[in-house]
């Protein structure tokens, strides 16, 4: 009954003190409406509407690339034509006419060009601390750009320079292949002659020249004996020569005769009429006489002819002994020349014998040596094969994948909110803490001065109910406040249906969890504060810091180490996490009400602490 | 020791006997004598004792408060020393005393809004307890209720602090109402109460759970005399319906001595004095009765008017003759007969008789003025 009786209580107070009641109905409508004006930019937005100052002392192909890059995005001022632009901007940014200046050093592109790394110098107004950073990262971001874009077009012209080595390889290939083949080839061969000259027996060779230095000297015996009896035989025709002379004379001797009588034969029977059959008789004995006397002659004729023949025979032959005496001595000077060669071949057939050693060392070091080519052509093949691949490889891949290789490519999931929706979520937790803290320690001081809280005290009610029933009080008086930013935030911004009484409940269970925390809090300030305006600061000094805590303007991610965990530790991080998880993610986290629950039994024996701690004063 | 266990068995509290402070507590109450150099404790507790001893009636049954050696420091400042008080149950009881002489401290002792550093405290012969003052109903100096909610909304709040809800609650409220005087007010806003109806809903607030021992403190400050008078007869008729106990503390002498069956002077953190007004104001001195007359030969007269039985001195002086007594007012009768028979015509007669301010004053020295002064110009 006490619980209600101070409901009751409370609650008409609150609503009896009209300008509390309407503050505490408009002035979070109001901040919601402000914040939703000030917020209400869509997070997909990239132009950052600030000015640039420009200085661009190279005036070049690649500054202007830069340039242009930035330029999509914000809005440049270009002081490049002015003297001293780089002091000039710099002053511009100091003064606070401009959010940031650009100077790009003279030299910019040629230094690029010549694989030197170029500095862009960026001023900052980093006095604008939410801009600067962003501004900071936006002008990293063209300036990495740009130089992925120079670094496209070098590494492009790196492509067709190893575009043509590859070809330079193709051409290198084809001559190792011939130059392999080529050494094949010599293998063969070298194969082959190292067969043959290894089948060579100087042994044989030398018994061969032995047999033909003997056969030699058989010859050069034959020779002379054939000498000799050449010379006997030419006797001999001589003699048959002189026979063969007389044997003639007789001859013409007889044909003479046989002349004379066919001459007689034949005037015998001149005169006579040999058609006469008187004469047919002797006629014929006439004509056969003379036939047989023609063919005595023509006998003789023939054999005067074969003397003739005989003895030009003769002296064919005689003259062929002739020559062939000489021959022979000609080959008996040959004999011995070929003796002496013999006598040289020996020699050389030993020398030549080291030669074919020398040869064949030669050969097993050439073929060694050309087998070694082979194999290293092969590999060398290999090697051409795969530098060919890699620079394929390399070759096939697109530069600006080598320049960047990991493209950001980011999707903002909530494309399609403002940066308010992300902030509503952390905005009624906000509120309510600090309509909690204002609300619980300034009424509680109130009642403390205006001696009602002494009552209290004097009709001994437990001052742990009293700080219990309180902190419910509150928390029932301010629930309805609740249900207004709830609907607020569903009807006025979309924040979630209505309808989804899971999550309404939800929402409201955290932020009850959450406002019982802070009244709790609220009433350890009231305990030690002697005046509304003592505890309307210390709810300032305490609900500023958990603002700046809370992760709402400063992410916990760039806090210092031990800063984020006293933020994490305060009571508003998580109902702003339940919150979000809720209407954000649509994924309620029941996980943080233990959290929550924590907190509010903590600070609930804190206020109930703080009341027995203070009870005695003033 | 002797002193005090007498005076307690006659259910009279006594001042304590001047007592030698530790240094630092000498320091902080100060020197314990008055701009007289008049010695509080060793003159005006005997006396007191006496006259206590003498006049006080038959020793009450119990008592509402026991408070014996009560003592209270803060930092730099000694409130309460070794403050003793016994009050019966019953009656309207007076702790007067200047700003800063420990009645307020004595008081949230009491009620528990502060603990006593020693000494022992009994409430209705029982340990100081929750239950036990759960007994006391407290009506702060300055008006203590939620300025938002109305008479009845207040009262029913204040009931339901000690358990009283729903009929019962709502009859008590109303029976208050009525019986305090603000029932046309009972659902106005407080904030829009005169300052009488303040006092009264402030009062009421403290009556809502029907307590034994109602703590009134200073009730009617602030307010015009009318409005204070008003208030009186509130706190006279509420005191005798209800039989309750009543502390007073208060800066008006006239109040104290209009309400109060018996008044403890507190000064210095200590019972300055104790008993009843007219107790307490012979303390201060004699009743002076002043007369003039024509032709004015008071040589004659005076002799005769030394010689009535219970005038304990005359003087004559040009502008008359002054006579202390008692009881002043009991020799007006025969001082006049013998003017007429001596045919003087009395043209100016007036009786003189000590305030509790006087004794105040005597006790206190100039502090009651500098405390009067002090809150003329603070306004508190």
């Known amino acids: ?618 | 020791m002797a002193r005090r266990k007498k005076a307690r068995a006659v259910g009279v509290p006594v001042a304590q006997p001047a007592q030698a402070l530790p240094a630092p507590m000498q320091d902080a109450i100060g020197e314990s004598r008055n701009s007289d150099g008049f010695h509080i404790s060793a003159e005006m507790t005997g006396r007191i004792q006496r006259d206590s001893t003498i006049h006080a009636p038959s020793p009450p049954a119990s008592f509402a408060v026991q408070a014996s050696d009560i003592s209270k420091v803060y930092p730099g400042k000694v409130t309460l020393f070794n403050f003793s008080v016994e009050i019966p149950e019953g009656g309207i009881f007076g702790l007067l005393g200047p700003n800063g002489a420990g009645k307020s401290t004595f008081i949230r002792i009491l009620t528990g809004l502060e603990k006593e550093d020693s000494g022992t405290l009994l409430i209705f012969g029982q340990k100081p307890s929750p239950s036990a003052r759960k007994l006391i109903g407290l009506a702060p100096q300055e008006n203590s209720f939620h300025p938002l909610l109305t008479c009845t909304e207040n009262l029913l709040y204040y009931g339901a602090l000690y358990g009283i809800t729903g009929k019962k609650a709502r009859e008590r409220a109303q029976g208050l109402i009525s019986q305090l005087g603000f029932a046309e007010k009972k659902d106005v806003q407080a904030s829009f109460l005169s300052g009488g109806m303040k006092r009264r809903l402030n009062l009421a607030c403290a009556l809502m759970h029907s307590p034994k021992l109602i703590i009134l403190d200073e009730p009617t400050t602030g307010l015009d005399p009318s409005t204070r008078r008003q208030l009186w007869e509130t706190v006279t008729r509420l005191a005798s319906e209800t039989g309750a106990t009543v502390i007073l503390t208060t800066h008006y002498m006239e109040e104290a001595e209009a309400l109060c069956g018996k008044i403890a002077f507190v000064n210095k953190g200590q019972i300055a004095a104790y008993g009843s007004p007219r107790e307490l104001k012979r303390l201060a001195g004699r009743e002076v009765l002043k007369l003039r007359s024509v032709p004015g030969e008071y040589s004659r007269m005076e002799p005769l008017i030394r010689n009535l039985p219970g005038a304990e001195g005359t003087t004559v002086t040009e502008h008359g003759i002054v006579v202390e007594a008692d009881d002043a007012e009991s020799l007006v009768s025969a001082i006049t007969s013998i003017f007429a028979e001596n045919s003087e015509r009395i043209v100016e007669l007036s009786v003189s008789r000590p305030s509790l301010e006087d004794v105040f004053l005597k006790l206190t020295g100039a502090q009651l003025k500098e405390a009067t002064k002090n809150e003329a110009a603070g306004g508190n």
């Open chain 1, 1 to 618: 009954m006490k619980l209600l009786a101070e409901i009751s209580k409370d609650g008409k107070a609150f609503l009896r003190e009209r300008r509390t009641l309407i503050l505490l109905v408009a002035a979070p409508l109001i901040v919601l409406l402000v914040l939703a004006g000030v917020f209400g930019k869509e997070t997909t937005e990239k132009a950052l509407p600030v000015s640039i100052g420009l200085c661009d002392l190279d005036a070049s192909e690649a500054s202007s690339l830069f340039v242009e890059s930035v330029s999509s995005h914000s809005n440049i001022i270009d002081y490049s034509e002015r003297s001293s632009c780089a002091d000039v901007v710099r002053s511009q940014v100091s003064q606070g006419r401009l959010s940031a200046a650009i100077i790009i050093p003279k030299g910019f592109q040629q230094g690029i060009t010549a694989g030197e790394s170029q500095n862009v110098t960026v001023f900052l107004d980093n006095s604008r601390v939410q801009v600067s950073p962003s501004l900071e990262a936006f002008l990293s971001a063209a300036a990495q750009g740009t130089g992925q874009q120079i670094s496209s077009s070098f590494i492009l012209s790196v492509w067709a320079r190893l575009d043509n080595a590859s070809a330079q390889l193709d051409s290198l290939l084809v001559d190792v292949n011939a130059s392999r083949a080529k050494a094949l080839e010599i293998q063969d061969r070298i194969g082959e002659t190292h067969s043959s000259l290894s089948a060579i027996d100087f042994s044989t060779l030398t018994e061969q020249l032995d047999a033909a230095n003997s056969t030699l000297d058989g010859a050069a015996s034959e020779l002379r004996s054939a000498q000799s009896n050449l010379t006997l035989m030419q006797g001999k025709l001589a003699f048959y020569d002189e026979e063969l002379d007389s044997t003639e004379a007789d001859l013409l001797r007889v044909r003479e005769m046989l002349q004379n009588v066919s001459d007689s034969i034949s005037s015998a029977g001149a005169g006579t009429n040999c058609s006469d059959p008187i004469f047919l008789a002797y006629c014929a004995s006439l004509h056969s006489m003379n036939g047989t006397v023609a063919s005595a002659l023509f006998e003789v004729d023939s054999r005067i002819s074969k003397i003739d023949g005989a003895r030009e025979d003769l002296r064919n032959i005689n003259s062929t002994m002739e020559e062939f005496k000489l021959n022979i001595g000609a080959s008996l000077s040959e004999t011995e020349n070929v003796r002496a060669r013999i006598s040289n071949m020996y020699e050389f057939a030993s020398s030549l014998e080291e030669s074919r050693e020398e040869s064949l060392r030669t050969m097993r070091e050439i073929n060694s040596s050309a087998a070694q080519l082979v194999t290293k052509s092969g590999e060398l093949e290999s090697l051409i094969r795969g530098s060919k691949a890699q620079i394929n490889e390399i070759t096939s891949r697109d530069a600006l994948s080598v320049v960047a290789p990991i493209l950001f490519s980011s999707q903002n999931i909530f494309s399609s909110r403002t940066f308010f929706d992300f902030l509503l979520p952390s905005l009624i937790p906000l509120i309510l803490m600090f309509v909690s803290l204002f609300l619980a320690s300034t009424s509680l001081v109130r009642e403390k001065n205006s001696m009602t809280l002494e009552r209290v005290y004097v009709a001994q009610v437990p001052l742990w109910e009293y700080a219990l029933t309180k902190i419910v009080s509150y928390t029932v008086v301010l629930f309805p406040e609740v249900l207004l930013l709830l609907a607020t935030a569903s009807v006025a911004y979309g924040a979630f249906p209505l309808s989804d009484t899971d999550m309404l409940l939800f929402l409201a269970s955290a932020l009850v969890l959450l406002l019982f925390a802070f009244n709790a809090l609220g009433i350890v300030i009231a305990a030690f504060s002697e005046s509304e305006a003592t505890a309307f600061l210390a709810s300032l000094v305490i609900g500023l810091p958990l603002l700046f805590l809370s992760g709402i303007l400063f992410p916990f991610e760039f806090m210092p180490a031990p800063i984020m965990l006293l933020g994490q530790a305060t009571p508003l991080t998580p109902a702003i996490t339940a919150m979000q998880s809720a209407i954000l993610y649509a994924t309620p986290n029941y996980a943080v009400f233990g959290t929550l629950i924590i907190y509010d039994m903590v600070l609930a024996v804190l206020a109930a602490g703080a009341l027995y701690a203070t009870k005695g004063r003033g």
